[in-house]
């Protein structure tokens, strides 16, 4: 069980390791979304923060499956709580492995896929099961293609009988979606349900659910965070007198409507469907943008969750975005996210984003997915948080693309053509995303081992956390503390450091922090702190709270925590200004 904490009076303590906990407890996994946020069982606000696992499941190597062996799953979720944090992962599930043959599921691929999903949830990590595609299917591709896809079936394909395809000058994978004729024609046919394709994978997808949901326990099964019906939906070729957003409405939410019943019939129904609008809703390339984000379905309520990507286009181009990210880069793009999950009445997740971590404009890398980490904590800049705090919005949810432990040891054969083995990289398409390596991480931890709110005793009204990431020699610090709180400043100094600022509630279960690796944190709040494992504990109780967490070069003296307590509780209050 998770340690309860009583209410206590306001204290600040110096933090060291304590043993880890023990497992988690069922009302802390089970999640659903109320009030714009995800929920525990508790009532808690919940922050979930992971990787992709991963590419892998786009090749044929291991059987589409993200592991060559449970053992492998093991290892993977072992290093990636201990050397992250982890709460989540977004688990990649392939079409083609679960049915290669039509109206037959492939028992042996369920059995793996679910054995492998049960070594994240026995490690205390939420799973989201994603159906994923890219550019349709790898079937579509001949043997010499430059390029591959991943997702439905052989017998798909074959049913089409589709062009021979070609992208032409393509200089990019994704150049195909909208490019490539036999994709086009391929994605097309299955939002029209030629050959009744739709409604074999939402049949398949039915079994699917009801075979994870009879084979995984009642305690492992509420650690399954809900289901992403379809990965980067596109209509392929739109229909006379059709847009995006039309399509997105008339299509795409019908589709998502279908798939939320077969959820409920497979016994699904308390968890949502974190749907997917339209891939280039918010490309942040004006010339690939096209207009989407549901504007057209209402309130979607708290049965879905709007799920998006961000992938920084223009600093991949290397000429639309010349120079590195900086402070508030993405603060716009991401406060748009949260502006169309508020609309639509329920919470988001941005479950793919990140930049290559090799090749021409791989320089960027550091600052771009800090930028990103940033603006999932806050739609502020640093610049701007502490003098405007109560503008610093929801912490959005996330996780990275991705975790891929054979990254640069595969052997994937493209498109079955034994003179074509994949080895570099993620052994699909040129990518190069995977954060890790083996059981090594390939970017920097400060980064990746983030302190974020993993679930809130009330509401978080302002959250921040400084990383001092590096761009190589380079110390990345966007954040600093104002020069009006010196006692402040001075406990934080050169460290790392994170403040969270919330309106309580007198809940069962206390807000908890992930507190990184390392990180021998001090800690300065108006409510009693305790360290379990990599968890922070604090006290739930009613009324404002905050709390900074930070690493002074040396232990403060009484007198400097009183006085960072004083300019911490005059200065918290403007983080509620304006809220009810």
């Not at 761009?471 to 969270?500: E, F, H, K």
Request: net charge negative.
């Amino acid at each position: 069980m998770r340690a309860l904490i009583a209410v206590l009076a306001a204290a600040t303590a110096v933090l060291g390791t304590a043993p880890a906990a023990v497992a988690e407890d069922v009302r802390a996994r089970q999640l659903t979304v109320h009030n714009g946020s995800f929920v525990d069982g508790y009532g808690r606000e919940v922050v979930l923060r992971g990787f992709n696992v991963s590419g892998e499941v786009k090749l044929a190597e291991n059987g589409f499956l993200p592991f060559a062996s449970t053992a492998d799953a093991q290892s993977s979720a072992q290093a990636m709580r201990g050397l992250t944090g982890a709460n989540a992962v977004r688990f990649l599930v392939s079409w083609a492995g679960a049915e290669p043959t039509r109206g037959q599921l492939d028992q042996t691929y369920l059995a793996k896929l679910t054995d492998q999903m049960r070594a994240f949830l026995d490690a205390g990590i939420e799973v989201l099961p994603d159906y994923h595609q890219d550019l349709y299917s790898r079937y579509l591709f001949n043997p010499g293609s430059w390029y591959s896809g991943d997702g439905a079936p052989k017998w798909v394909t074959d049913l089409g009988h589709y062009p021979q395809e070609n992208c032409g000058a393509c200089v990019h994978w994704g150049q195909n979606v909208t490019q490539n004729g036999a994709v086009q024609d391929a994605t097309s046919d299955f939002w029209h349900n030629a050959n009744g394709i739709q409604d074999e994978f939402v049949s398949q997808a039915t079994q699917t659910m009801q075979y994870l949901r009879d084979h995984l326990t009642a305690d492992e099964f509420a650690g399954i965070a809900g289901m992403d019906p379809w990965n980067e939906p596109y209509a392929g070729r739109y229909d006379a007198n059709q847009n995006s957003q039309t399509w997105e409405q008339g299509v795409l939410w019908p589709f998502f409507q279908r798939f939320r019943q077969a959820m409920d019939t497979a016994g699904w129904q308390d968890k949502p469907a974190f749907v997917e609008p339209s891939m280039f809703w918010n490309a942040n390339i004006s010339f690939e943008r096209q207009t989407g984000g549901f504007l057209d379905t209402g309130a979607i309520g708290s049965r879905y969750v709007f799920n998006t990507h961000f992938y920084d286009e223009l600093a991949q181009s290397g000429v639309l975005m010349p120079g590195k990210a900086g402070d508030g880069q993405y603060s716009t793009d991401f406060g748009t996210i949260r502006d169309r999950a508020t609309a639509l009445g329920t919470t988001a997740i941005v479950t793919e984003f990140g930049h290559p971590l090799t090749g021409y404009t791989s320089d960027k890398t550091p600052t771009v997915d800090k930028a990103m980490y940033q603006a999932l904590d806050s739609r502020l800049s640093g610049a701007n948080w502490w003098s405007h705090p109560a503008q610093s919005g929801p912490v959005l949810s996330g996780t990275q693309w991705h975790w891929d432990t054979y990254s640069g040891q595969h052997h994937e054969l493209m498109n079955d053509n034994p003179s074509k083995v994949q080895t570099t990289g993620d052994g699909w398409n040129g990518e190069d995303y995977s954060s890790v390596q083996g059981g090594q991480l390939r970017q920097d931890a400060r980064l990746l081992d983030r302190l974020y709110p993993a679930a809130v005793a009330g509401h978080t009204l302002a959250f921040t956390y400084e990383d001092r990431s590096r761009d190589g020699s380079q110390v990345l610090t966007w954040n600093p503390v104002p020069s009006s709180m010196p006692a402040t400043s001075a406990i934080v100094g050169s460290g790392r450091y994170g403040v969270l600022v919330w309106q309580g509630s007198a809940l069962a279960a206390p807000t908890e922090l992930h507190v990184p690796a390392g990180m021998n944190a001090t800690v300065v709040s108006d409510v009693t702190s305790t360290r379990s494992g990599d968890r922070l504990l604090l006290a739930a109780s009613p009324g404002l709270h905050y709390a900074l967490v930070a690493e002074p070069s040396s232990t403060p003296g009484d007198s400097q925590l009183a006085a960072a307590r004083a300019e911490l509780a005059r200065w918290a209050p403007s983080a509620a200004a304006g809220t009810a």
